[in-house]
């Protein structure tokens, strides 16, 4: 299945959609200080640490 947000748009626009979400979503876990490791995911040590406040 499609998500909602990818469906609406015309097949030229979503490579450049997807890149700049990748580099948003990058610049919030460099803000954060979480580094790209191969052995854990960035996005549970986001949750870890959120829930650790």
Same mark, same amino acid.
């Given at each position: 299945?499609?998500?909602?947000?990818?469906?609406?748009?015309?097949? &030229? #626009?979503?490579?450049?959609?997807?890149?700049? =979400?990748?580099?948003?979503?990058?610049?919030? !876990?460099?803000?954060? &200080? #979480?580094?790209?490791?191969?052995?854990?995911? =960035?996005?549970?040590?986001?949750?870890?640490? !959120?829930?650790?406040?």
């Amino acid at each position: 299945m499609v998500p909602f947000a990818e469906r609406r748009l015309s097949p &030229g #626009l979503k490579p450049g959609v997807c890149a700049a =979400r990748k580099t948003s979503i990058n610049a919030i !876990f460099d803000k954060f &200080g #979480l580094a790209h490791t191969p052995e854990y995911s =960035r996005r549970v040590l986001a949750v870890l640490r !959120f829930l650790s406040t």
